[in-house]
């Protein structure tokens, strides 16, 4: 059974920072392409920032470039975000895609190809 589950949201003043991770079972990390995406009230998801298990290539969206890292590390992936802004706060999802099927910038741009979601974690930055 896979799973992909989020941890790491919380509430935070702007300028702060946190750290979002993601563990994943059921699933040969090395095949896939993870991805952070986040969703906002009344807004369609989007990429934030992705990576691919097979080379380390990343992408990230151009809102969070310089202020948010993604890294992986075994079964586990991170994003770290600096410098938090109001306009960040959202629902923070992983995501898994055959890397076979997509790369980090279609995964991250058209969310392409997308097997599995993680159930999401609450990131909330206040002014």
């Known amino acids: 059974q896979v799973q992909l589950v989020e941890s790491g949201g919380g509430s935070v003043q702007s300028g702060g920072s946190l750290r979002l991770s993601c563990a994943t079972s059921?699933?040969?990390?090395?095949?896939?392409?993870i991805g952070w995406f986040r969703q906002a009230p009344g807004k369609e998801r989007e990429g934030v920032s992705c990576?691919?298990?097979?080379?380390?290539t990343t992408h990230y969206a151009d809102s969070v470039k310089g202020r948010f890292t993604i890294t992986r590390e075994a079964n586990m992936v991170f994003l770290q975000m600096n410098s938090l802004k109001p306009e960040d706060t959202a629902v923070y999802y992983c995501?898994?895609?055959?890397?076979?099927?997509?790369?980090?910038?279609?995964?991250?741009?058209?969310?392409?190809?997308?097997?599995?979601w993680g159930q999401g974690t609450q990131v909330s930055v206040s002014s």
């Open positions: 995501a898994a895609a055959d890397t076979l099927i997509t790369n980090v910038q279609n995964l991250c741009q058209n969310l392409a190809g997308i097997g599995y």
């Open positions: 059921g699933i040969t990390l090395d095949w896939y392409t």
């Open positions: 990576i691919s298990s097979k080379d380390g």
